[in-house]
């Protein structure tokens, strides 16, 4: 049986299909006009790398994940559906935050923001509900407008929803399902029962924000697969480390899932090769994605915000700094600067030829002689080197008083420099400690080219380079088992039954979800979590544990302490359970065809600028280098995607699972 892994990126989306024999990365350029179309261009170039139809591949795949930006995309172009929100009278203009200048009305037209005469008190007693007669109103007051999906979002909704839902009962039978003019809805208590009006208010609506386009792709994208002999649910990779069933996942918690399948990969190869400290590098065309891992778990955080708006969604610390591979780089006054802008996938370097004039990081690699301009892609994108060189020289030489050679060193000295001084100021180690027990993980496009000087800069112990690097949050996907998230909140001091009551109830509705996912319970592992809140800042977090006795006794001590620390009163405990279902991953292991010796893999000579002059580097297949194969530089190793620099006075070995170490400070 196969598994076949898929992530959309801006410029690519990435493919790792997985069988008993065999494992092979794709690329495809990424349609941003139907994600889908991608998404299946990818499965039929997996097919065909693996040597199988595509229907063949599909009814022997156990599992298909998926890792979209459609979520993302939506975030960044506000390309979203006009919402309409139903909020207590008074909050129309904060949404319950403290002034009018709320980051959320990016997101929607305040004029859809309408209030309701209606309250539940702070011990969740019904003081007043709102009349159907001014639910109708205001309803087609905003639909009238232009509104496409409603989100009612009232006060004190976590302590009694009652309200919430006679809002939606009577707009339900205002709008019926069976006529044309039915209108989504979403209710906060059905998305969080935290006490925090805002926060719940604003991850309902973001979560309704991209719910529509969410909802069309993706089933669209599992139509697609069961058409062609696919026979289980098409699962959605989410940013909490886990992946469901397109009818069981949150809109919200798709967001930034790539970047957190890929941190995911970079855990459970540190895992598998006693890396204790990690920092993966993503490095893509605009940005570098960073993010720090030890003993195998990443850094995470509750709360991320979506464009400077907060709301509840767990996903790794992931960082991105403005230097990618097309980060523009200038010169003024005898220096150089990178980024952090870029000129993005069109009109892209100038070594692309689509009109880009300004020097990048990829047209110095070119002019360097680091990127071959003929085998760009597996050689599906001819590259223009006589157009990079003329940039750096126009842009970068002429103003410093430089020759183009050492023009193009410097930039690439400026290149890694900025992106080492970003990391070193980013907080992953505590201060003082330094990276000299930290291994660098080179993984996207341009992480081969960049990452042994970045690591020579941090005094990072090394540089580590894995097979699947092009294709690593497709890869990260690969590792992921269905999971499952609920959530309980409690008063600080709650005591030992209402925390059992709680916990109870949780594992209720997971044993009925997983079953519906076709998991018996032994076949489930259930964790639990605790996290004491005030305001929106965790003062004291526990777990995982497993579910039993010693989380019981742990979660209720942490109550009740709460509860001491603030006299009974403030704050709150928010309880989360976690049930997994595994489901195939592939077992990290050495890709493709090794050859027996070194110089078998060897694909040819280069001309390479260095420091040292222009000399002649051997070129070497990266993905044929024998196991324990010891390659100095300076030396170039190279897959279809993507291209590795072993600097002179370096050395690159490869280790049983395929990937190449370059040891800095041993």
């Not at 929106?536 to 544990?545: D, E, H, N, T």
Request: glycine share 12%.
């Amino acid at each position: 049986m196969y598994t076949i892994d898929i992530d959309t990126g801006g410029t690519f989306t990435d493919g790792y299909v997985a069988g008993p024999d065999r494992k092979v990365g794709v690329k495809v350029d990424t349609t941003p006009h139907d994600l889908t179309l991608c998404f299946w261009n990818c499965i039929e170039s997996g097919a065909k790398a693996i040597g199988l139809p595509t229907s063949d591949l599909l009814a022997q795949t156990r599992v298909v994940r998926f890792s979209s930006t459609i979520a993302t995309n939506a975030a960044v172009q506000l390309s979203g559906p006009k919402l309409g929100v139903i909020v207590t009278r008074g909050a129309e203009e904060a949404l319950y935050g403290a002034g009018g200048a709320n980051p959320l009305f990016a997101f929607l037209p305040a004029r859809l923001v309408v209030g309701l005469d209606e309250e539940v008190d702070a011990g969740g007693a019904v003081v007043r509900e709102p009349s159907t007669d001014e639910i109708e109103a205001k309803a087609r007051e905003i639909l009238e407008q232009g509104a496409r999906m409603l989100v009612i979002c009232l006060a004190n909704a976590h302590l009694n929803p009652a309200n919430e839902k006679k809002v939606r009962a009577v707009l339900e039978a205002s709008y019926p399902r069976h006529y044309l003019g039915a209108v989504p809805m979403l209710a906060s208590h059905q998305i969080s029962m935290v006490p925090d009006d805002a926060l719940r208010a604003n991850t309902t609506v973001i979560n309704a924000y991209f719910h529509r386009s969410l909802a069309q792709s993706l089933y669209k994208a599992e139509d697609l697969v069961r058409r062609n002999r696919y026979r289980h649910p098409l699962m959605i990779v989410t940013a909490d480390f886990g992946c469901t069933r397109v009818a069981k996942t949150r809109a919200i918690n798709s967001y930034q899932s790539g970047p957190a399948a890929c941190v995911r990969g970079a855990g459970v190869t540190a895992e598998a090769l006693g890396h204790a400290k990690v920092l993966v590098i993503d490095v893509g065309g605009t940005t570098s994605d960073v993010a720090y891992i030890e003993n195998g778990r990443p850094n995470g955080a509750s709360q991320r915000p979506i464009r400077d708006v907060d709301v509840l969604q767990r996903i790794p610390d992931i960082i991105s700094y403005g230097v990618g591979g097309g980060s523009k780089i200038r010169a003024a006054d005898g220096t150089l600067t990178v980024g952090p802008d870029s000129q993005g996938a069109v009109p892209g370097p100038a070594g692309f030829g689509l009109g880009g004039t300004m020097a990048t990081p990829t047209d110095v690699w070119l002019a360097l002689g680091l990127i071959e301009a003929d085998a760009y892609l597996g050689g599906r994108k001819k590259l223009k080197g006589d157009l990079a060189r003329a940039a750096v020289e126009r842009e970068l030489a002429g103003p410093l008083g430089l020759a183009p050679e050492a023009a193009m060193l410097a930039a690439k000295e400026a290149v890694e420099a900025r992106l080492a001084r970003y990391i070193s100021d980013g907080g992953f180690v505590s201060e003082g400690a330094g990276f000299g027990d930290v291994t660098l993980y080179a993984v996207g496009g341009g992480g081969g080219l960049l990452t042994v000087g970045v690591a020579e800069k941090l005094g990072a112990a090394r540089a580590y380079f894995p097979l699947t690097a092009p294709v690593f949050s497709a890869f990260g996907a690969s590792t992921l088992d269905v999971t499952h998230h609920y959530e309980a909140i409690l008063p600080a001091g709650a005591g030992p039954d209402a925390v059992a009551g709680k916990i109870a109830g949780m594992e209720a509705e997971a044993a009925r979800d997983m079953r519906g996912e076709g998991f018996l319970p032994a076949e489930v592992d259930s964790t639990l979590e605790a996290a004491v809140f005030a305001g929106r800042a965790s003062a004291a977090r526990i777990g995982p544990l497993p579910v039993g006795e010693e989380a019981m006794a742990a979660i209720g001590a942490l109550a009740a302490q709460a509860g001491d620390a603030s006299g009974g009163t403030g704050g709150y405990v928010e309880l989360r359970l976690t049930a997994t279902g595994r489901i195939p991953h592939p077992v990290l292991a050495a890709l493709g065809e090794r050859a027996a010796e070194a110089d078998a893999a060897l694909a040819g000579t280069r001309a390479i600028v260095t420091a040292e002059g222009r000399v002649t580097a051997p070129v070497y297949r990266f993905d044929r280098l024998p196991i324990g194969a010891r390659i100095a530089g300076p030396a170039i190793a190279e897959t279809e995607h993507t291209s590795i620099l072993v600097p002179a006075g370096r050395t690159l070995e490869i280790d049983p699972h395929g990937g190449g170490v370059v040891e800095i400070t041993s």
